[in-house]
């Protein structure tokens, strides 16, 4: 392997590894925030306080995931001065503010008011103590929203023009920035990843519970862990409706600034009028037509522009209009990672969506979810896996979105090959990629550990509230 080749490594394992905390975090913050609503209006109306104590064990598992998520990240940003200076230097101005809008304002409006939720739950007016949650929900849409503007630059360079005499990136109007094209088709599709991951986890939460045989059917904890679980299942099965809906507007979008991406998901080599989408398919290294393929006639037409009938250019054509635009060179991406990364994307989230309908058919109609039942032990031995498929759909979604923009960096502006650090060994960046890699499996063990606390512990109990202090005219009363 070269420099390059280990540093881009080093990166993916750092990205990567974070982005698992982070649709959870922005997810877990959405459920506590609606279930902490339809708790305060189910008490004003005489009701239990089962979804209280649902609030607050998503809540525990929120600030668990929150917290390693904080550490993550901050290694992630790091890697752009440690091992990517030279595209720090060309990209920093452009960058620079989205980093500092999403540290100063979302990162500490969450962190600020995480923490005001947490210690003010017996201090707090309940309207007050719910608005809490709801900024800390509202925060991490406007990070993730901020920092998808950053990455959608590298996608569909946008707001910026090129100083002559440095030769580095300017921001021009941030509006313009945050407004890209791909930014507005990205966002919703990434919440709607996130929404998956966090209902899948609650889900498995709740069925977790259901089927170990704990809770007779007739107790409160048993009907609020069925809640927990069919909420998650409703949370999952949405975010997965939304994700098809907004990945086909950001695959449309994709195709119109970076249409090799998508002639690279097919592994499309000639222009094609009707372009098939392949289920499956199979082809020796090195040749462009496969040997066996499952196809769907047209759909990849549809995925690019909308219609069974239109032309998608093909990887050859577009190679050479980039060696005619660009200059020579190879800009062709690794075929086979973005064919699989993309068929798996799509797979791993379907399965996610089919099994979250499996648990809401099985306990319709306020069926008790019996642990005899066939589908329900099915479930049970998922549980474990339960989390992870849309937490594997959303990094095989990033997988391909990187890596099928490759050569680049920025996309026609910077190519990856430039930006790595100066200077930089070998052993330099082994030996921090093997530092990361030890810190993150330490991190790994320690949410797992504390996230199965919580869960085994069940359903946590609601603090009981302050006490009201004592008036002059309740100590007089007292003493007379």
């Known amino acids: 392997m070269t420099i390059e080749d280990l540093t881009r490594v080093q990166f993916a394992v750092t990205t990567l590894y974070h982005y698992l905390f982070v649709p959870l975090s922005i997810s877990l913050a959405l459920f506590t925030a609606v279930l902490q609503t339809a708790h305060l209006r189910r008490t004003r109306r005489g009701g239990d306080d089962t979804y209280g104590r649902l609030s607050l064990l998503v809540g525990k598992l929120l600030m668990t995931t929150f917290a390693v998520g904080v550490v993550t990240g901050l290694v992630q940003e790091f890697q752009f001065g440690l091992s990517w200076s030279s595209f720090a230097r060309f990209y920093g101005d452009v960058f620079g503010p989205t980093l500092a809008v999403e540290g100063m304002l979302a990162f500490f409006l969450e962190a600020t008011f995480l923490g005001l939720w947490w210690f003010g739950r017996d201090r707090l007016p309940a309207l007050v103590h719910l608005a809490t949650i709801w900024i800390v929900a509202v925060g991490t849409a406007i990070s993730a929203f901020v920092i998808l503007a950053a990455n959608s630059f590298m996608q569909n360079p946008v707001a910026y023009t090129i100083d002559d005499e440095t030769g580095r990136a300017r921001l021009g109007d941030f509006s313009d920035l945050l407004l890209n094209e791909v930014n507005l088709a990205a966002f919703p599709h990434t919440y709607a990843g996130a929404v998956m991951a966090g209902g899948a986890l609650v889900m498995a939460v709740g069925v977790w519970h259901l089927l170990r045989g704990r809770y007779a059917e007739d107790t409160a904890e048993f009907a609020a862990f069925r809640t927990l679980s069919r909420f998650g299942a409703w949370a999952t099965l949405a975010g997965g409706g939304f994700v098809a809906v907004s990945g086909d507007v950001l695959g449309k979008v994709i195709t119109q600034v970076q249409p090799m991406k998508m002639a690279a998901a097919e592994a499309l080599y000639r222009t094609t009028t009707g372009a098939p989408f392949s289920i499956f398919s199979y082809a020796p290294l090195g040749s462009d037509r496969p040997t066996f393929s499952l196809e769907v006639p047209g759909f990849l037409s549809f995925l690019a522009k909308g219609s069974f009938s239109a032309q998608v250019l093909g990887i050859k054509d577009l190679q050479d209009a980039y060696a005619a635009r660009f200059g020579p060179g190879d800009y062709v991406p690794q075929i086979p990672v ?111 550990k504390l996230a199965v606390r919580l869960v085994h512990k069940g359903l946590p109990e609601l603090p009981a509230p302050a006490p009201a202090a004592a008036t002059a005219d309740d100590e007089f009363v007292t003493s007379y």
Request: aromatic residues 14%; positive net charge; hydrophobic residues 60%.
């Open 338 to 448: 973005a064919f699989w990364s993309f068929r798996l994307m799509i797979g791993v989230g379907m399965f996610a969506v089919l099994v979250a309908a499996a648990h809401l058919w099985v306990s319709r109609k306020s069926r008790p979810l019996r642990p005899d039942h066939r589908l329900a032990q099915g479930l049970l031995w998922s549980v474990g896996l339960l989390p992870l498929l849309p937490l594997a759909a959303n990094s095989f979604g990033w997988i391909f979105t990187e890596t099928a923009r490759q050569p680049w960096l920025v996309f026609g502006l910077f190519q990856t090959a430039d930006g790595v650090s100066p200077g930089l060994t070998f052993a330099e960046v082994a030996t921090s990629l093997a530092a990361f890699t030890a810190v993150y499996g330490a991190l790994a063990v320690v949410w797992v």
